[in-house]
């Protein structure tokens, strides 16, 4: 059961990318905070499952008793059981980047990750990445949320365990091209800059070997529920991303630049879907029915 | 009688509470000794004072030599004028220094077999910190230079300049009289193209003699843009070795830290042999050259971070408001708060100034550091400091069991402090247990001393 799934090797990643954290890298990570991530998405997650499959049930009130109660336990099942495992990947990768002076703060963050998924929804398709929508609801709403980019150095150890593990799920869920178009082409951006204003080429690969970039362009811009289903959209959508992410860097001097860009422009998934068709990504087969079954039930 | 008799500890108790307990709720210990930046022969120091995209910098030159041959080149984001450059006085800096500088404290221990309460409250874990010119614009257009702005400001003169290409810089800056170092044109470029203007600053000679200062003061300019960086990579051009770089950040909010490199705070709070007392100074120099080099001379390292309206324990009392502004902090007067986040009352349970300290140490050269330092500012209000500790042992008469118990675990406590010390700073041990053994040697025990109070006897 365990490691079927390939989100459960994003959860082990992402814990021991964690524990790593705490241990060698970053002072500012706070184990509690990243409980009360974990505590806060999970009850969100739970919580709002509830409510959504109450809310269906009582829009399918003609349906036979029978069948209803079928497909209540159903949907009760399938959705907790999966939705367990976004939930916590949400929360670590919030503990990952978000750094938070008070605990409320991690658990506003966690809390409106989880509920952008039910929310900000086209087609039964969410289009904000939770994770990063609670980090920019944080660092909008509260005063003393920030996220610290320098933290995770640009040691070459360090990348290669972040391009090993994270090319190993890109692999299983076949979303490398999104990460090769975005890494691809916001390099060719900053080396275009370099070559510009005449630094030396260390200064180039000094801003691209960043922790935190590869972190991002693996493991967040690929989450493949959230982002368009079609690779030329996908292509597209990163490409737009890395230009943002480049201009707010480099013209607006913000060093939190790409969690910007990924949330400005994640409604664009919406419009790509639409010009591009493509089939909606599901982690299993179980998932699929599920989806199917609360179309069904929507329609 | 036997009433009083059990009163009196009790009323001890009591008042010994009262008068340590809020020290050893801090961090208790007194300060001894400080590491400040006197230590290095060339520490660059600069002052930032920074809210929104505000900003006042004031920086310390460590320059040494002939007077007459001062110039010095920054690039920085806007055009200054004279209304934004003043100097400073050199004591501020010194103030700011001595206040965050990395510190030794020291500890009595008690007496052993005295009475139980007073143990514990020695004993008791410190819990985290309390938290808390006229101006004349004229144009060289066959260098591309521009001179935006030409002004003195006390025993300097300043020149504030544009560039189209560096080449025209770099002559523009030979022609008059700037001796510019090799490689220097390859440099400006990036400076130029990223449309940084070039702050120059001479010494006026005349100027100069008659202040009377012996030394040259600070330099403070003011200016606002979203840019707060710090241009490292100009000072390297003729450097042969590593340069160290103290940066004061003062925030209205909260620790700051760099953005492009890992910030990493300095070993702290660690228990070391008493003679170090003596060589505080080497000590600091050996831990810190340790970590540098284990850091693989790539991250930033953070000494001291603090709310400006307290210190525990204090190497020097904390700035004045009026000191403060000296400094470069501009929001004090700002009554209005309107740029600093008013937060509820529950999540700022002390009382705090709203100046934010951090002392960042960078020891740059240029294989590791490519890319000029970018900061940022955070809400991070936890305090941080480095701290060593000196426990000096009980020297009075032992004679219970407790005593001898305590006694006997000096030596491993010794060990503990060598090995400590060893891990720090790369010293050998045997050099450190040798000199530990000069400084505590009516502490040490002989075999039949040991083997007596293992029996009970002693």
Known sequence: ?299 | MKFFRLLTPLLLAIVAVLCFAPAAWAFCGFYVAKADTKLYNKASQVVIARDGDRTILTMANDFQGEVKDFAMVVPVPTVLQKEQVRVTEPKIIERLDAFSAPRLVEYFDSDPCAPVYERELSAAPAPAASNQSARKRSSDDSLGVTVEARFNVGEYDIVILSAKESGGLETWLKRNGYKIPRGAKQLLQPYIRSSMKFFVAKVNLDKFEQSGYQFLRPLQISYQSPKFMLPIRLGMINATTEQDLIVYILSPQGQAEITNYRTVKIPSDANIPIFVKDEFGEFYKSMFQTIYTKEDRKVGFLEYAWDMGSCDPCSAEPLTPEELKQAGVFWLDDNSASNVPVSPNFRRPFPRSNVFISRLHVRYTRDKFPEDLIFQQTANSESFQGRYVLQHPFQGELKCQAGREYKQSLPKRFEQEAQTLAKLTNWKIQDIRNKMKLSVGNLRYSWWENFLSWLGLY
């Open chain 1, 1 to 299: 059961m365990l490691l079927k799934d390939i989100r459960d090797y994003q959860i082990l990643f992402l814990g021991l990318f964690l524990v790593l954290g705490i241990g060698t890298r970053d002072w500012t990570l706070r184990p509690e905070f990243i409980g009360v991530a974990i505590a806060t998405c999970l009850a969100t997650q739970w919580i709002l499952s509830l409510v959504i499959s109450h809310w269906s049930l009582a829009k399918n009130i003609d349906a036979s008793a029978a069948t209803l109660r079928e497909r209540q336990g159903r949907t009760r099942r399938v959705g907790q059981s999966l939705n367990i495992r976004s939930a916590l990947i949400t929360s670590l990768g919030l503990g990952l980047l978000l750094r938070a002076d008070h605990w409320t703060t991690m658990a506003i963050a966690a809390a409106l990750a989880i509920a952008s998924k039910f929310i900000f929804q086209v087609g039964d398709k969410h289009f904000f990445n939770p994770a990063n929508f609670g980090i920019i609801s944080a660092l909008i709403l509260t005063p003393d949320a920030w996220v610290s980019p320098g933290q995770w150095g640009e040691e070459w150890w360090y990348g290669l365990l972040f391009v090993g593990t994270g090319g190993m799920i890109l692999q299983r869920v076949g979303r490398w091209d999104t990460t090769a178009a975005f890494l691809g082409s916001y390099s060719l951006l900053e080396a275009i800059r370099n070559l510009w204003l005449g630094w030396t080429w260390d200064v180039y690969w000094h801003r691209l070997m960043s922790g935190s970039l590869l972190l991002f362009a693996l493991f967040m811009i690929t989450d493949p529920r959230s982002i368009p289903n079609s690779r030329i959209g996908r292509v597209v959508w990163a490409i737009c991303i890395a230009g943002l992410t480049f201009i707010l860097r480099n013209y607006f001097f913000i060093s939190t630049a790409v969690f910007w860009a990924l949330f400005a422009l994640a409604p664009l998934t919406i419009l790509l879907d639409v010009l591009w068709l493509a089939p909606r990504f599901a982690w299993q087969e179980k998932d699929e029915e599920a989806g199917e079954e609360l179309l069904t039930q929507h329609s």
